[in-house]
């Protein structure tokens, strides 16, 4: 691919566009980052486990506003990467439904040709509890 900053560049890129779209509903620049075949992978809910497509990824995303009406507040702790992922650990705020929500994350992206080939969430246990 490219050498390792730019990868990370890319990748810090594409998390703003996602931290975005979950804050305000326009996922498309986020969308526009993901190679034709991504994958993703999530804990909990409808699309647990490993999904493929970006269709699949977009009527994931297209949820987001239902369990979150006021949208969700991302701040980065800390990233990790080597070579071909990136790995953001977040907290995240805001409203579920119609409670206080915060939690605690890991999102990964895999990188391959300057485009997210893969998305993995995973999810403070509490939540996945549903405590």
Same mark, same amino acid.
């Given at each position: 691919m490219t050498d390792f900053q730019e990868i990370l560049n890319i990748a810090q890129a594409a998390f703003a566009d996602f931290a975005a779209g979950l804050a $305000? &509903?326009?996922w498309q620049p986020f969308l526009d980052r993901l190679s034709n075949d991504v994958t +993703?992978? +999530?804990p909990a809910g409808p699309f647990k486990g490993h999904n493929q497509g970006k269709e699949k990824i977009a009527a994931f995303l297209a949820m987001v506003p239902q369990v979150f009406p006021g949208g969700l507040t991302l701040e980065v702790?800390?990233?990790?990467? $080597?070579?071909t992922t990136v790995v953001f650990e977040v907290r995240s705020t805001g409203?579920? &439904?119609s409670e206080p929500y915060e939690n605690q994350a890991a999102i990964a992206f895999d990188l391959r040709d300057g485009q997210i080939c893969a998305y993995r969430e995973y999810l403070g246990v509490v939540f996945q509890l549903g405590q």
């Open positions: $305000n &509903g326009d +993703f992978w +999530f702790v800390q990233i990790t990467s $080597n070579a409203r579920m &439904g």
